[in-house]
């Protein structure tokens, strides 16, 4: 693990050394610059000047990081480098025992770290400042939010900006963005519900749960209140969507708009928590029928997520489905077990094969009767799906 | 010199073999003459319990005759006699006391014995059957996968020198099992293993009063009662369609005498998505032990459902050549699993002639099973930590072997570890679709940040047992287990009633 070296080895200022090499003391100093030793992504802090100390100390320096327009900090998405009770970027570098008016007469290299490991407020060219903080280890410094505890414990305190261009989404681009994928996850879940032609009260059940503890993760009371509101209107307007529909509609021709309106805002785990969201909407009656297993195929070619993945959390509701896998006997097993129809039959037989090796692993290590029962109505749907291809 | 015995508990029949004293292994026939005895347990108003054809009998009529039970070996399921109440595991230690006490009357005292198992046997099922043995008063030190027992008998039994990789498809009354092995000279090595719990016998007689009831209501236009055409009856009609191209049946209630025609073409379309699941088990058998069709020398059938004609064909169609057949099929299982109790044996036990005979194989092992841990591990899809399955031994690693790993501990002050131990047939990382064997805590220093190291080490002996050990580096803490792994050496006093539910 090395997103974050320390690389401190420099020399020290006075008493010790001799006179000719001496230098005015500065105060304390930090700057980013970048790491051109290594690849272009990496910076390297380095800190200069005074240490400011009136006896021989443990010194340690954190330092942590600030989008200079909005001041909001800059978080850490390693987890070595966090506070510990946030996810706020802070580092400390043990720096050793220093001596009464010691000081870096150059710059020197702090430490060094990759910059993908940083989250900052907003994508785009920022004015990142780099704050260091001198403190001793016997009287530390307490972080939060990326403020300190008491000023009192700081040594020494420097500041400096350094620019750099973050291309992905900010913590709060995600935050809205998430805001609006909940929104549009509703619809969604909507059209899974809806893919037998009516809404269930189970399904209905389902998505207001889903609704209920996504608000719960919400702190702000106004915010809870406004995104109960967003979150009911899109229930409302879907299902009435679905009712102006004429009779016999197919979910899987009026779902386009609202799975690229999803596409818009949602990220890779915001497309995965939909999915989730769908799949229990799938399972809410105890049964699987063929429209809502080829949607939930749809959805996951439509929202580019990874068909294996998809796959997984499929066979996890299949499996605890407690009634029985489908409430018709039309049902294809093609359906079920998801094979593509436009597969030729070699890939076809091999897909069958594969399938039918995984159930038939999983078979004795599941504990529960229904679920050793849906593993074994896989196993005969894979058998008569063999027969059908293989012949 | 002792007396050593294999024993073949079936689904629908066991049997009981052993070394005799030129080193040959022979059948032990039960009290009525027969080498293979019905695993039909009845228990009559005089208290008595009946093992064997007697009982078979009335399997499907009497209520309190039961069979077909390994099929839910170490399961919970539940049998009700005059108030008692049995489990798979009960009812095994009947058989296998029926076949060890008449086995006696002709060898004396039993010393030690060993019990087949079908390949794709859970730790559950295994352990369920070790304690039937032991229950039954059988000294149990081993027990050996199905395929490898008739593997081991074929091997023995070939007049010439093998030299190739085979196949040894083994089609019960209860469980499919197919095992690809390598035979040079007199080395056997397993390659790979697979089954299916559910394939047999048992599943086509079902298949076969399917038919049945189904014409029967064509014909009466009511519902055929389970008691007018038994399980038994079914078996004797598949029999019938093993031989004939169609068998007419005859069938009497209140409701008249009837007739009902099956054709063997009708009862093979029926069965046939059956005989696709043994198919895929085959091919997807040799994938794992990357081969091609082409690899494999021979096909040896095992089991009595090997006589069905359509098995044969689809044997052949898989494999692309004849299969063959050693000696009678139903008691190829048995005959292997008495050379290998005695090849396990304290040679000293053994008598110059029987020793001999052993020199003929060497058998190599390799594990069953995957086994694994849970470790903590983040997904990149969810994009949070998850619990994942990480497997150490894999299934096919030759015995012995050790395996160590390296892992970290997940937060600062973290104060123990959840060490677990799972198994699983097929390769696993979710932790939902394997099974624990064993959990326990390991308690940690206090104070440390996240990242210390813990070793997991897995060695896994040729006694079959395997050992496990979760190793803190830093302060030399650890959990070690030693489990049985499938094939154990677990002694335990046992008493027969232990099994009985309340």
Known sequence: ?391 | MSNLVGIDLGTTYSAIAHLDATGRPVMLVNSQGDNITPSVVLFDDQGNVIVGKTAQRVYGEDSKCFGRFKRVMGEEKEYEAFGEKYNATSLSSFVLKKLKDDAQTQIGEISEAVVTIPANYGNKAREATLAAANASGLSIKYIINEPTAAALYYAYSSGEELNGTYAIYDLGGGTFDISIIEIKGSDIEVINTDGVTLLGGDDFDEKLIEIVRSKWKDQVGEDLEPEDFTKNDAEEQKKILSEKEKTSIKIATTKGRHKIEISRAEFEDAISTLIAKSEMTCENAIDEANLSITDINEVILVGGSTRMPCIQSSVEKIFKKVPKSVGNPDEAVALGAALYVAYKADPAKLNPLQKQALSKVNIAEVTAKFFGTIILSYDDHHQKNLLKNDSLIRKGDKIPCSVTKEYQTAHDNQTAINCRVTESNIEESDPDYVHTMWEGALDLPEGRPSGQKVEVTFSYHVNQTMKCTFLDVESGRKAEIDLTAGNSNIHTDIDIDDFKVE
Request: hydrophobic share 35%; with cysteine.
């Open chain 1, 1 to 391: 693990m090395g997103f974050f070296n320390d690389i401190v080895d420099a020399f020290l200022g006075p008493p010790d050394w001799p006179e000719s090499s001496r230098k005015q003391s500065e105060a304390f100093q930090v700057q980013a610059v970048r790491d051109y030793d290594n690849n272009d992504g990496n910076f390297k802090i380095q800190i200069k000047g005074a240490l400011s100390v009136s006896y021989a100390s443990n010194l340690e320096c954190a330092i942590n990081f600030f989008d200079k327009s909005s001041d909001d900090p800059i978080l850490s998405l390693y987890e070595q480098t966090t506070e510990d009770d946030t996810r706020v970027f802070l580092h400390s570098v043990d720096l050793g025992i220093v001596k009464e008016n010691q000081y870096f007469p150059d710059w020197v290299d702090l430490t060094s770290f990759v910059k993908e490991i940083m989250l900052p407020p907003r994508s785009g060219s920022k004015v990142i400042e780099v704050r260091a903080y001198l403190y001793s280890s016997d009287n530390p410094i307490s972080f939060e939010g990326g403020y300190i505890d008491s000023k009192d414990k700081c040594i020494s305190y420097a500041i400096n900006t350094f620019t750099t261009k973050f291309e992905d989404k900010g913590y709060r681009d995600q935050s809205e963005h998430r805001d609006l994928a909940r929104v549009a996850t509703v619809p969604i879940a909507m059209a899974m519900a809806m893919a037998d032609g009516s809404l269930d009260k189970s399904e209905g059940l389902v998505i207001k749960k889903w609704i209920a503890n996504t608000l719960d993760t919400y702190i702000s009371e106004d915010k809870q209140n406004e995104m109960k509101k967003q979150l009911n209107e899109a229930l409302d307007s879907s299902y009435k969507a679905f009712l102006r529909l004429p009779k016999n509609f197919k979910v899987s021709e009026n779902i386009d708009s609202t799975i690229d309106a999803f596409n818009l805002v949602a990220s890779n785990t915001d497309k995965f928590i939909a999915l989730e969201l769908c799949l229990d909407v799938l399972a809410a009656d105890g049964f699987a029928d063929e429209t809502e297993l080829n949607l939930v195929k749809e959805l996951s070619t439509k929202l580019d997520l990874d068909y294996d993945e998809v796959q997984k959390m499929k066979d996890k509701t299949l499996i605890s489905i407690d009634a029985k896998l489908s409430s018709s006997d039309s049902t294809s097993d093609e359906a079920l077990i998801g094979l593509d129809m436009n597969l030729n039959k070699e890939d076809s037989l091999a897909f069958i094969k594969k399938e039918f090796r995984k159930w038939n692993g999983r078979l004795n290590s599941l504990q529960a009767r229904n679920e050793r029962d849906n593993a074994q109505r896989m196993l005969d749907a894979l058998a008569r799906l063999k027969k059908k291809h293989g012949s």
